[in-house]
């Protein structure tokens, strides 16, 4: 199994690797049954990692660590070590769940408010109707235990926990052992694919401007955006 070279950003490391050939090891590991932790970091996890080396170490230890963000397309390209493109959270969900539904596979999904989880089911139902859904449950538990439990008596193909980070990850790398199939944290992508929240149009992906849609369509995201030049600022200081 050819495992990718990685690059640093702010210890982080980053597969360096094309979104297909990306998506071809993670198709061979679902189907040989690989316990697989994926995780899809933007510049903030970056940031959050460096005040917190617990859950640095926990990205660590994952499988893939995938650019999430231009950021950190911009950062590696700063350090002199680029990566080849992103690979979004979202975009791979997507691909996944096409794929599986061709390859009947089966899935796990917790995350998003109760509502939102409602429509990723009808969504689900609709557009992937041969892909096995194993268990559904909004973000807002109080013990992930049973949970966890009810995943490894029915042993999903893939599982998406959408509750944002940190939790997604810790909860990840703490049950991931109770199936061997792909563990991935999606953020905020049940909100897309449950329709409750618009991706960002092609011209804002394709000119790298999908963070400015998101913010204009959220101005309470310019909060959490505010780490973003302190990110640049720090990746310049870790320049050679
Ligand atoms: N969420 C959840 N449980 C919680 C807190 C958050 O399920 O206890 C969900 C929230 O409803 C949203 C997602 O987690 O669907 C986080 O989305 P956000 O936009 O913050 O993630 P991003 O994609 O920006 O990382």
Known sequence: MPLFKTVNVLDVPFINATEADFLTVLKERISGHQNTFVVTANPEIVMYAQTHPEYLSLLQQADFVTPDGIGIIKGAEMLHTPLPERITGYDTMTHLLQWGNAQHKSVYMVGAK???????ADQLAVQFPNLTVLG?????FNDFAPIAADIRDKQPDMVFLAVGFPKQEQLIDQYRQASNGLWMGVGGSFDVLGQHVKRAPEFFQKHHLEWFYRLVTNPSRLKRMMVLPKYLLEVRKHRH
């Open 114 to 120: 109760p509502e939102v989880i409602a429509d990723v």
């Open 136 to 140: 559904i449950h909004d973000g807002y």
